[in-house]
């Protein structure tokens, strides 16, 4: 009985270091994501991409009533990490934690396999040149 018990209790060890290991590894990529990324180039075009961002800016936006200024690009197929995603990129003017305005932002909204995966705060090059409409269910936005 005690040799059972020894190896049971080796085996739940060797189990539980391997799944935090599993956990602090990252494999060099440091950006969070919602979505398996399967890696392929063959994209499926996110059709809901305003229902699923809406959703998330709820919940991301510290006060998400009011927004001013939201505006919206199609979705467009972009290189993000060296692999190929459709990006929608969106600008808006939303309340800070105080409840002043905090000043327009530009986002970058990431979608894998036709699913919001992330929000890229940092947009830069991926919203050069975008073309944006106006975003009046942003501005629509309850708690």
Known sequence: M??????YTRSAALLLALGVGGCAWTGGNDN???TADRGIEDQKYPANYRPELLAFLRT???????????VIA????????????YVVCLRF?????????????????MYI????????????ELCEGATYAAFPEMEKLTR
Do not use: H, M
């Open 2 to 7: 005690r040799c059972k018990l020894v190896t």
């Open 32 to 34: 969070l994501s919602y």
């Open 113 to 124: 396999d036709g699913r919001f995966d992330r929000i890229i705060e940092d947009a830069g």
């Open 60 to 70: 991301y936006l510290n006060d998400p009533r009011g927004v001013r200024e939201a």
């Open 74 to 85: 199609e979705p467009a197929q972009k290189k993000v990490g060296g692999r190929l995603r």
């Open 93 to 109: 003017n939303a309340r800070s934690g105080g409840g002043a305005y905090a000043g327009v932002k530009e986002r970058a909204a």
